[in-house]
């Protein structure tokens, strides 16, 4: 599987922006998929996944009420929509595929290159 992030951008704090990941490869639809986010100088932690039928998502804390993951099985891709962004959200988000929902980094075996959101106050 191969995933390639698209979809970041600067915003300012209160905007919304939706991040994509296209995967190729013919496992994509059986296989869970995550967004992680990395910020300069900090451990890569776990924003949002959802299940290959998109019927069980998990979301951080610092996610839920504001980000939104859905997937697109017809077009290889998830989304995830970020609303009500504060600067605190400025990291390079990073897609993933693995076999389940887990909020556990090592349990994901593709990733994406990384989109940057930058978010400011």
């Known amino acids: 599987v191969q995933l390639q992030a698209s979809g970041g951008g600067l915003v300012q704090a209160g905007g919304s922006l939706r991040l994509s990941c296209a995967a190729s490869?013919?496992?994509?639809?059986?296989?869970?998929m995550g967004w992680f986010r990395q910020a300069p100088g900090k451990e890569r932690e776990f924003v949002a996944a959802?299940?290959?039928?998109?019927?069980?998502?998990d979301y951080a804390d610092s996610a839920k009420g504001r980000f939104t993951i859905s997937r697109d099985n017809a077009k290889n891709t998830v989304y995830l929509q970020m609303n009500s962004l504060k600067p605190e959200d400025t990291a390079v988000y990073y897609c993933?595929?693995?076999?389940?929902?887990?909020?556990?980094?090592?349990?994901?075996?593709?990733w994406g290159q990384g989109t940057q959101v930058t978010v400011s106050s």
């Open positions: 993933a595929s693995g076999p389940i929902v887990t909020t556990a980094r090592a349990q994901y075996q593709y």
């Open positions: 490869g013919r496992t994509f639809r059986w296989n869970a």
């Open positions: 959802i299940s290959w039928t998109g019927g069980s998502t």
